[in-house]
């Protein structure tokens, strides 16, 4: 298993952004809440509008399936009538176009067009005694000619319910059609209608408070009306003769009286504003905790890797390092303290622990020469021991490094030293891995279980080397530490020397290795590789 780069990029915006709200988690909060209280509002006061304008939309498509319904039934019938027909008055053939009117729901009545144009006959009335000139108020579409607002009187021997007439004309022949069921359509879903296109759109309706001129080119569903304060609605049709519908939205129109309306909506905003703002707060205080910034913290491009030497104490001489994670947080660092709890909280331990000992190997392999015995101390988290994965995972890094000359110590707190992962280390030793119990003394092991793993090493714990100068009794223990070492095979490392005297006392007592202070604090690469460069290191 390798520890992959994790989105470092969005990982980085992340950590800028809930820095940035961190700062401010309470006011944020408030403001974000009442904004989704005002979001709530619009949303609300557009689902209520947005329901009335597909209503609205429906009744247009009303108008428009019946208006295609009289177009289909007149422009068949003047079809049929062109073709087969002659514009002649005798009985014959009026009986024979009465006879065409049958089953034509929306045609009442044919006229019949002299060579000038003018209506001479009727199936209605028969013989004009004059011939009439139809009016001006016409509009060319695909179907022929449609003629509004034609006055009844000649075509009045079959009630209609209007005093005036439209008409669709082609050729010799006009349909006068019946258009009561468009004209209540009108009134009860429009209030403006407009046939035609261009310079010859012709208004057909228009209805009590609707102050606008005819619409110009194409018509947008929704226009404001300035004047009224009125949302426009407005359909647009092709086809044979092209219509626009428009109704004006006014707020006695939404089903309710519109400050109640207002009041509720505000209310309820505010009170949604309120709780939100709450809750906003608190989350937005949690985005400055570890435990939610770790995720975003804990991937390889913030990890920072620092070395601490490990000295043989008879000769002061460098034998190896312990590698220590660090995680770069903008300009700071953090120390595992401060991240520790939330990569256990979050369960993230694994990722860590490869992130570093990948940075680690890959760092010291690319600057060290080559040299035998050269041993590399990497602390894992217990839960993090498992042979199959780890095992993988350092061969995998030190083939990437090039380097199989560098000796992989393994270290576990004696906290985490349990029965648990015995098989395991038991497993990494005879793969040839070192086995480092750290903080020895501190955790009162189970010593049938340190020897069965025979650790190569056993370091004592920085807390009994800082008493050794006051002859404390956690002091006075570390000569039973070095027989605990001698019994099980295992050498000592004595962590926290901050001295010389320290140092003699420790070498004195037959401890082997040491690090601490006194020889280096934790470096960064570039400082650890000048130490070693050092004739006396």
């Given amino acids: 298993m390798h520890f992959q780069q ?24 408030r403001l974000a809440g009442y904004l989704l209280g005002l979001a709530f509002a619009v949303g609300l006061g557009a689902s209520v509008m947005g329901a009335k304008i597909r209503e609205i939309d429906d009744g247009h498509a009303r108008i428009v399936g019946l208006v295609k319904a009289i177009q289909r039934d007149a ?51 028969g013989q004009l005694a004059t011939p009439v000139s139809m009016g001006s108020n016409a509009v060319d579409g695909a179907l022929g000619r ?39 359509a009108f009134q009860h879903y429009s209030d403006a209608v407009w046939a035609g296109g261009g310079a010859q759109r012709k208004l057909l309706y228009r209805g009590p408070g609707i102050a606008t001129g005819t619409p110009a080119g194409h018509t947008a569903h929704l226009t404001l009306d300035w004047k009224q304060l009125d949302v426009l609605v407005s359909s647009e049709t092709g086809g044979a003769t092209p ?118 190997l890959l760092s010291l392999g690319g600057a060290l020469p080559p040299q035998a015995d050269f041993r590399v101390a990497l602390n894992f988290f217990s839960q993090s021991l498992h042979r199959d994965t780890l095992h993988g995972h350092l061969q995998a890094v030190l083939q990437g490094a090039g380097r199989s000359d560098l000796q992989i110590e393994l270290e576990v707190t004696e906290y985490a030293f349990s029965p648990a992962i015995v098989p395991e280390l038991k497993r990494l030793k005879d793969d040839g891995y070192a086995i480092s119990i750290d903080d020895f003394g501190t955790g009162y092991s189970n010593l049938r279980l340190v020897n069965q793993v025979v650790p190569d090493y056993l370091k004592i714990d920085r807390s009994f080397v800082f008493e050794m100068e006051d002859l404390t009794l956690r002091s006075s223990l570390i000569p039973e530490i070095v027989a605990i070492a001698d019994a099980v095979g295992s050498k000592v490392i004595a962590e926290g020397i901050e001295n010389a005297a320290q140092a003699e006392k420790l070498k004195a007592l037959g401890i082997e290795y040491g690090q601490g202070y006194y020889y280096a604090r934790p470096l960064p690469l570039d400082a650890f590789l000048r130490l070693l460069a050092q004739p006396s290191a």
């Fill in 6 to 29: 994790q989105f470092p990029k969005w990982d980085s915006t992340v950590l800028r952004v809930s820095g940035l709200i961190g700062r401010h988690p309470d006011l944020l909060g």
């Fill in 243 to 360: 219509l626009v519908i428009q109704t004006a939205l006014r707020t006695n129109k939404l089903g309710t009286d519109p400050l109640a309306l207002l009041a509720g909506i505000l209310a309820a905003s505010a009170l949604l504003g309120f709780f939100a703002g709450q809750t906003l707060s608190a989350r937005f205080h949690h985005l400055r905790s570890m435990d939610f910034r770790i995720r975003s913290l804990c991937n390889e491009a913030n990890i920072v890797c620092h070395f601490q030497p490990i000295v043989h104490l008879a000769s002061g001489r460098v034998i190896g390092c312990e590698a220590l994670g660090r995680l770069r947080d903008g300009d700071q660092l953090l120390y595992p303290d401060q991240f520790i709890p939330a990569l256990n909280h979050c369960g993230l331990t694994w990722r860590f622990d490869a992130a570093v000992s990948r940075c680690a």
């Fill in 146 to 184: 449609y003629i509004f607002d034609s006055p009844l009187a000649p075509f009045n021997g079959k009630p209609l319910s209007r005093q005036t007439v439209n008409i669709l004309e082609r050729g010799r022949f006009q349909a006068v059609v019946d258009d009561s069921a468009t004209s209540a």
């Fill in 75 to 125: 422009g068949s019938l003047l079809k049929e009538l062109n073709a087969s027909h002659r514009p002649g008055c005798d009985a014959v053939n009026l009986t024979a176009l009465r006879a065409l009117l049958v089953g034509r729901p929306h045609v009442h009545v044919v006229g019949m067009l002299d060579p000038q144009g003018r209506l001479f006959c009727t199936t209605s009335l």
